[in-house]
C-alpha cells in the first residue's frame, strides 16, 4: 500500500521560511521520481517542483530561486524548502509519487503566507 505523509505546513510572514516533508511508504523511493504540488482556494492544482531519481529538479517559474526541492533516499523523504515566501504562495502543498501506473497523493499540509 503506497502512502505518503506530508508535514511542515503552517503560517508564516511574508519573507519567511518553511521547509516540507513528505515520507513516503509502499515503494521503491530510490528509483521513483517525487514531486511537490499545490493547490490555492479557486485555482487548480498546479506542478511546484520535481525531482527524479538522479537528483535532476525541476520548478515552476513562480518558485524559481526561492524553493530547492532534494530527497533522502535512506530516509524515502522528499522535501521543499521554501524562502523568500510571498502571500501568493498560500496553498494547500500535496507530494505526488507516480508509481505503477497510478499517481499517489499525500493529504496535504496548508502553508498559509501573511502579508
Known amino acids: 500500500q503506497v502512502q505518503l505523509v506530508e508535514s511542515g505546513g503552517g503560517l508564516v510572514q511574508a519573507g519567511g521560511s518553511l521547509t516540507l516533508s513528505c515520507v513516503a511508504s509502499?515503494?521503491?523511493?530510490?528509483?521513483?521520481?517525487m514531486s511537490w504540488y499545490r493547490q490555492a482556494p479557486g485555482k487548480q492544482r498546479e506542478l511546484v517542483a520535481t525531482i527524479t531519481s538522479r537528483g535532476t529538479t525541476n520548478y515552476a517559474d513562480s518558485v524559481k530561486g526561492r524553493f530547492t526541492i532534494s530527497r533522502d533516499n535512506a530516509k524515502k523523504t522528499v522535501y521543499l524548502q521554501m524562502n523568500s515566501l510571498k502571500p501568493e504562495d498560500t496553498a494547500v502543498y500535496y507530494c505526488?509519487?507516480?508509481?505503477?501506473?497510478?499517481?499517489?497523493w499525500g493529504q496535504g499540509t496548508q502553508v498559509t503566507v501573511s502579508s
Open positions: 509502499g515503494i521503491i523511493f530510490s528509483i521513483n521520481a
Open positions: 505526488n509519487a507516480p508509481w505503477g501506473g497510478h499517481d499517489y
